[in-house]
T-cell receptor
Framework: ETGVTQSPTHLIKTRGQQVTLRCSSQ?????VSWYQQALGQGPQFIFQ???????GRGNFPPRFSGLQFPNYSSELNVNALELDDSALYLC??????????FGEGSWLTVV | GENVEQHPSTLSVQEGDSAVIKCTYS??????FPWYKQELGKRPQLIID?????GEKKDQRIAVTLNKTAKHFSLHITETQPEDSAVYFC????????????FGRGTSLIVHP
């Protein structure tokens, strides 16, 4: 059974740029959620995708957007990067409303 | 929406002592409470969970208790070991629909040998 994988693991971007983070869900999982975890904080829910449709969204601005593909993998896109976007971005997959498994995350630094 | 408060933010104990981390939640509809352990630079990993129809659950040295009336739940770790050192997060969610847990801010547990 393949776990949740994320790429890239680390990246550095300049303020104002755009970034795309990728997530491959665990085998058999059809739901993907994205979280932002700033240093010293708990994960904050960004949004969730279920069968390629957005299925819930946290308190994040529209410049945070996402996609889910037919194979249930997902992308998180962030436009017009700000310094405060620097964080660990976690992807979690699950089967419908079941308990989620987290990926190792993508560390984003905005300078 | 749901709000989860977690205390303490840092907990330092001697090896062999017990550690207790407490969380409160605001939404009485929440019925599923997982606990995650996150080691430095690693992903959060589910260590134990409890559903609202149960008051206590135990798994070896780890136990979780839930008081639905007071809307609080706690993680208990007995006979702590240095490898228990990590950040622990509680969360609350509603099952049956989308699984979107609300996390606490985390407790950094340090176990001194």
């Amino acid at each position: 059974e393949t776990g949740v994988t994320q790429s890239p693991t680390h990246l550095i971007k300049t303020r104002g740029q755009q970034v795309t983070l990728r997530c491959s869900s665990q085998s058999g999982h059809n739901t993907v959620s994205w979280y932002q975890q700033a240093l010293g904080q708990g994960p904050q829910f960004i949004f969730q995708y279920y069968r390629e449709e957005e299925n819930g969204r946290g308190n994040f601005p529209p410049r945070f957007s996402g996609l889910q593909f037919p194979n249930y993998s997902s992308e998180l896109n962030v436009n017009a990067l700000e310094l405060d976007d620097s964080a660990l971005y976690l992807c979690a997959s699950s089967w419908s409303s079941g308990v989620a498994s987290f990926g190792e995350g993508s560390w984003l630094t905005v300078v | 929406g749901e709000n989860v408060e977690q205390h303490p933010s840092t907990l330092s104990v001697q090896e062999g002592d017990s550690a207790v981390i407490k969380c409160t939640y605001s939404d009485s509809a929440s019925n599923y409470f997982p606990w995650y352990k996150q080691e430095l630079g690693k992903r959060p990993q589910l260590i134990i969970d409890i559903r609202s129809n149960v008051g206590e659950k135990k798994d070896q040295r780890i136990a979780v208790t839930l008081n639905k009336t007071a809307k609080h739940f706690s993680l208990h770790i007995t006979e702590t070991q240095p490898e228990d050192s990590a950040v622990y997060f509680c969360a609350a969610s509603i099952t049956g629909g989308s699984y979107i847990p609300t996390f606490g801010r985390g407790t950094s547990l340090i176990v001194h040998p």
